[in-house]
């Protein structure tokens, strides 16, 4: 019997209720084989704002320093939407990444067969759709300094830093090496090396790092192009690594390959200890949807399935999370729907029925 601890934290709209069926998975996998889990919980997002005036307190992250994992739901909405108020539910992802020393963030897209007629594109080209999008996350334009705007000469300007220590780029670059050895061992590095000297930093850095990984092969692309690569050819690629911005904005574009968001969970993980194992927090990368909220009808699947990359990536249980994996598979291929993936012919399952549905199926 091993005893792990987890933060929760559900954060705003959809969160609560979706996070809620991520616990009764996780519990449920724990009493399978033998594990428990302790949740403590705390308020962020516009719910921390409403109740403390800050959208992450200083203790909601000590206390998340102290776990073994962390488990969020979304945070944002409507209510607190204004870009120029000063707290921003926003800044609690900021802050946990940054805080938690989170560099590594891993969204994996996959396409689910029943799903290829679901996308924009045909689905001869989505057909198969395997990828991970490796995002560096503390660096790069979201934190560099100087960030801020000023008059002169009767103007604004305003003015954003993108900065990288070698360091920063050689540990995630590294990272994308060894994801991509563990799967179908090509890398593809994303810059824009022909215009921005970060690029071409972050260029030289993998290429000087490629030889310690013979068996991966290597393609860079330049960030524009890849956006077109990612539609005309997606089945093309395995494992992406770009920079904390370019990261922001490819993961975007690629979730839309996989026919729903509802599917999609992430991980967002620091340095690791021996056993490859460490802290990280795990997330669905979809939002609040403030318009669904409260009607018990969010796709849980998600936020399930970041609970399966959690047990197998902050707590290394391996077996654990391809149960959850399995049963999610199961309960999908029996023909079971949440409302964003249900056909005309099909009867949507609401939040709740879905998370009771893939615990039966892990019986
Ligand atoms: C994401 C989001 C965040 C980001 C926002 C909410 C700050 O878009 O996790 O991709 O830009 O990183
Ligand atoms: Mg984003």
Redesign the pocket.
């Known amino acids: 019997m091993s005893n792990f601890n987890i933060a929760l934290l559900p954060g705003d709209g959809i969160g609560p209720e979706v996070v809620a069926e991520g616990v009764k998975v996780l519990d449920a996998v724990g009493a399978r084989f033998g594990h428990e889990f302790t949740y403590t919980e705390d308020t962020v997002g516009g719910a921390g704002i409403d109740a403390y005036g800050v959208a992450l307190r200083d203790e909601t992250l000590e206390m998340c320093q102290e776990q073994d994992a962390v488990f969020f739901g979304a945070v944002?909405g409507p209510k607190w939407d204004d870009p120029g108020a000063p707290v921003r539910p926003?800044q609690a992802?900021?802050g946990l990444r940054k805080g938690l020393g989170l560099f590594a963030n891993i969204r994996p897209v996959k396409m689910y067969d029943f799903l290829v007629d679901s996308t924009a594109l045909k689905p001869d080209v989505v057909r198969g759709v395997d990828m991970i999008v490796l995002r560096e996350l503390t660096g790069g334009i979201y934190f560099g300094q100087p960030q801020r705007q000023w008059e002169e000469n009767g103007e604004r300007h305003v003015v954003d830093t993108l900065a990288y220590a070698e360091h920063e780029i050689e540990r995630i670059v590294r990272v994308g090496f060894e994801l991509a050895q563990a799967r179908r061992k090509k890398l593809t590095s994303v810059d824009k090396a022909n215009v921005m000297a970060s690029s071409r930093l972050w260029r030289a850095v993998v290429l000087e790092v490629a030889p310690d990984y013979p068996d991966v092969e290597v393609e860079h692309l330049l960030v524009d192009a890849c956006t077109m690569h990612l539609i005309s050819r997606p089945g093309d690629f395995d494992v992406i690594v770009a920079e904390n911005l370019f990261g922001?904005i490819l993961?975007d574009e690629a979730s839309m390959l996989a026919g729903s968001m509802g599917m999609l969970p992430s991980a967002s993980l620091g340095a690791r200890s021996r056993d490859g194992t460490g802290l990280g927090m795990y997330e669905p990368i979809h939002g609040t949807a403030p318009d669904i909220q409260g009607q018990g009808i969010a796709n849980p699947i998600a936020q399930i399935l970041s609970g399966a990359m959690m047990l197998r990536l902050s707590l290394g249980l391996e077996a654990e999370a391809a149960a959850i994996e399995a049963a999610v598979d199961a309960v999908l291929a029996a023909g079971h729907r949440p409302a964003d993936l249900a056909g005309p012919d099909d009867r949507p399952k609401g939040t709740a029925a879905m998370g009771d549905l893939i615990v039966a199926a892990l019986a």
């Open positions: 944002g926003e992802i900021l922001d993961s």
